[in-house]
């Protein structure tokens, strides 16, 4: 099946500094990518899509100057959280979607572990 | 807006034990139905779907029904096995249009031998 890969798969900075994260579609073109985040023992909140070439669509309450999304190519979107504090400390997780498919279609990565001192 | 609403975990079973995972939706409209799976280190993956009332999803052993006058979408197993432990995600999607996904929290099954 389609393979979508994080990069890191964690990662530990101090408060103020900033971190990307990568997300890659290996094997398919994903013309739509998502972010999500998730707290322990809650659900995946989308924080925002992107298609590429545009610009992100954020969702509501998510602070697009604080986690900025690039989705360059068809197999790679990055989300950096910039000026991090321990409250963004989470599991993000990415999933890209085909151009061709529904939301069953999309296809998740494995999730990227911030922590944030 | 949307919402899932999945029984909490961690639900503990031996080995060919029947399992159920109970899920209930809030939505607008007629939204599709899934069950995601994440096993450990892993992405979550698409374990089954249904997209209209009365619908049956199937894969693996694993069934859940599509039940609109009870807004509820079960996940079923009649044996499973120690491979299945997992964490187990209801989701909706919108019908037509953008289709964002929305999760419930996740069960965590742990089968043991």
């Known amino acids: 099946g389609a393979v979508v890969s994080q990069h890191p798969s964690r990662v530990i900075c101090k408060s103020g500094t900033s971190v990307k994260i990568e997300c890659r579609s290996l094997d398919f073109q994903a013309t739509t990518m998502f972010w999500y985040r998730q707290f322990p023992k809650q659900s995946l909140m989308l924080m925002a899509t992107?298609?590429?070439?545009?610009?992100?669509?954020?969702e509501q309450g998510v602070e697009k100057d604080k986690f900025l999304i690039n989705h360059a190519s068809l197999t790679l979107s990055t989300l950096t959280v910039t000026s991090a504090h321990p409250e963004d400390s989470s599991f993000y997780i990415c999933?890209?979607?085909?151009?061709?498919?529904?939301?069953?279609?999309?296809?998740f990565g494995p999730g990227t572990r911030l922590l944030v001192l | 807006g949307n919402s899932v609403t999945q029984m909490e975990g961690p639900v503990t079973l031996s080995e060919e034990a029947f399992l159920t995972i109970n899920c209930t939706y809030t939505?607008?409209?007629?939204?599709?139905l899934f069950w995601y799976v994440q096993y450990p280190g892993e992405g979550l993956q698409l374990l089954l779907k249904a997209t209209k009332a009365d619908d049956k999803g199937s894969n693996k052993g694993f069934e859940a029904t599509y039940r609109k006058e009870t807004t509820s979408f079960h996940l079923e197993k009649g044996s499973v096995q120690v491979s299945d432990s997992a964490v187990y995600f209801c989701?909706?999607?919108?019908?037509?249009?953008?289709?964002?996904?929305?999760f419930g929290t996740g069960t965590k099954l742990q089968v043991i031998p």
């Open positions: 992107s298609n590429e070439g545009s610009k992100a669509t954020y």
């Open positions: 999933s890209a979607q085909p151009a061709t498919g529904g939301a069953e279609t999309q296809y």
């Open positions: 939505a607008t409209g007629y939204p599709s």
């Open positions: 989701a909706l999607s919108d019908s037509g249009g953008y289709q964002k996904v929305t």
